[in-house]
Nanobody, 124 residues
Framework: QVQLVESGGGFVQAGGSLRLSCAAS????????MGWFRQAPGKEREFVAA????????NYADSVTGRFTISRDNAKNTAYLQMNSLKPEDTAVFYC?????????????????WGQGTQVTVSS
């Protein structure tokens, strides 16, 4: 069982930055691919970014490419999402997720473990 706890959400003006963190329990963090997803009010949950267990592979949604960076520190059992040049349309609850596979995926069904979510609000 893996427990995930997100932090770092908040309120920011358009053009600003936030860094989300996702702390994971367990001793085999490097064997889990990690993903970030988001859900805006009235919309379905959507993929944002993913990183393989080793950190060598990364993948991004087109809407965040060039603005967001996913990373991980396996020694700290933590994944990160650095978000720059934020836009009002980035407003959502952001969730981190872990897969029992070290291979990343863009699909939510790939991930068995989910955090509780953290709110990101971007004002115009």
């Amino acid at each position: 069982q893996v427990q995930l706890v997100e932090s770092g959400g908040g309120f920011v003006q358009a053009g600003g930055s936030l860094r989300l963190s996702c702390a994971a329990s367990g001793r085999t963090f490097s064997s889990y691919a990690m993903g970030w997803f988001r859900q805006a009010p009235g919309k379905e949950r959507e993929f944002v970014a993913a990183i393989s267990g080793s950190g060598r592979s990364r993948n991004y949604a087109d809407s965040v490419t060039g603005r967001f960076t996913i990373s991980r520190d396996n020694a700290k059992n933590t994944a990160y999402l650095q978000m720059n040049s934020l836009k009002p349309e980035d407003t959502a609850v952001f969730y981190c997720a872990a897969s029992s596979s070290s291979t990343l995926s863009r699909y939510a069904t790939w991930y068995a473990y989910w955090g509780q979510g953290t709110q990101v609000t971007v004002s115009s």
